[in-house]
């Protein structure tokens, strides 16, 4: 892990907190500090932090900076040391407190990964305001002898690795994302002869991210039997008593069949609720599902194909084929209609890649 602090160098109380943050994480990750702009700019290309950890809020530097973190794919932490307390925001000039507030400074409170108050106090300050959810309290072992500096810097790693955890595939790089289709496809079929294993073991899998984006989309089940199936060894990980973060709207998915439910003998009208559930809201595990029931010797594709244009689902169901044969590897001789690469389909891509984004 890879952390980079950035803060206001005229701060004696903040220096010292991020001195001890360094101190005390240097043996469980790689960090580095920072104290201007320029100096962020040049770091973040050479470093490639994981986690911006952004310390102030009053500091236009501090805002930029988090800015191009987020840009280049860092994830940002901000703790503001009690700086938008109640007492501290009415001590601002009104023009200048309207000018931050609104231009910039509630946007990047917004838009930080988590939050971190320094007491119960901060906290419920911070979530008065209803700029940002995602607040921890992680007591301040300089003002406080209620904890220590050794706990201080524990629970702050374990936030870092919580913003980490969270939305996984957005950090997933190109050939584990390729590698979990694989290994859908193998769970879905449990088989793995159609898979050459030159494909899958020259380079190394990102085994956490992986895993933990399989929990979050409750595939664990099939990615675990694809890894069996292939014969790989997998990071053993409990994901499910790991803890992360969610967009509010977020739901565990649910199997296909507890939402449109039991197959009833009719295999075309099972596979239209199918394709029309997934139309409301496209999920990894629906995809997984559906790309399972085209596989049944049991599916008549030109009763199916029939249908579809019937029901006006030919044009969705030809971009859902597309994303089928990315995501799951679904083949074209078990496809009803031919794939279709448009916008539409770029649509469904982006709703599933969203689907855990903060």
């Keep these: 892990m890879k952390i980079l602090h950035i803060y206001p160098p005229n701060d004696e109380t903040v220096a010292r907190h991020v001195g001890l943050l360094t101190e005390g ?8 500090t920072v104290t201007s702009l320029s100096e962020f700019k040049s770091r973040i290309q050479q470093f490639h932090p994981d986690i911006v950890h952004c310390h102030g809020c009053w500091q236009y530097f501090v805002v930029s900076a988090a800015h191009t973190a987020r840009k280049r794919g860092s994830r940002v932490v901000l703790s503001p040391h009690g700086q938008l307390q109640p007492w501290v925001m009415e001590e601002k000039s009104l023009q200048e407190k309207l000018h931050k507030t609104l231009l910039w400074q509630k946007r990047s409170v917004e838009q930080a990964y988590a939050l971190i108050a320094f007491g119960k106090m ?14 921890e309290v992680i007591l301040n072992s300089l003002i406080t002898n209620s904890t220590t500096s050794q706990e201080m810097c524990s629970q702050t790693y374990a936030v870092y690795q919580k913003v980490l955890d969270s939305n996984t595939l957005e950090q997933m790089d190109e050939h584990t994302q390729d590698m979990l289709a694989t ?10 002869r159609w898979c050459q294993k030159s494909e899958y073991r020259d380079q190394e899998i990102d085994w956490r991210r992986m895993l933990i984006y399989a929990e979050h989309q409750n595939i664990r089940n099939y990615v675990d039997y694809g890894i069996t199936i292939l014969g790989l060894s997998a990071l053993s990980l409990d994901t499910e008593h ?6 509010e709207s977020y739901q565990r998915p649910r199997s296909i069949k507890k939402l449109i439910g039991d197959y009833k003998g009719d295999e075309t009208d099972y596979l239209l ?12 595990l629906h995809l997984i599902e559906l790309s399972r029931e085209l596989y049944r010797e049991s599916v008549n594709d030109d009763r199916l194909k029939e249908a579809l244009e019937e029901k006006g689902l030919t044009k969705y ?15 074209e001789g ?7 690469d ?5 649509q469904i891509r982006n709703s599933i890649n969203n689907h855990l984004k903060i």
Excluded at 122 to 135: A, F, G, V
Excluded at 183 to 192: C, R, Y
Excluded at 342 to 346: E, K, N, T, V, Y
Aim: hydrophobic letters at 40%.
């Design 273 to 284: 609720r199918m394709i029309r559930q997934v139309e409301k809201q496209p999920l990894m």
């Design 317 to 331: 169901a030809s971009r859902l084929m597309q994303v089928l044969s990315e995501q799951t590897l679904l083949e």
């Design 242 to 247: 790991l803890p992360a973060y969610f967009p």
């Design 183 to 192: 290994i859908i496809k193998s769970g879905t079929l449990g088989d793995a």
């Design 25 to 32: 994480l240097c043996h469980s990750a790689d960090v580095q």
């Design 342 to 346: 448009d916008r539409g389909s770029q």
């Design 334 to 340: 078990f496809m009803p209609l031919d794939p279709l």
């Design 122 to 135: 901060e906290q419920k300050h911070l979530q008065q305001l209803k700029w940002n959810p995602r607040i």
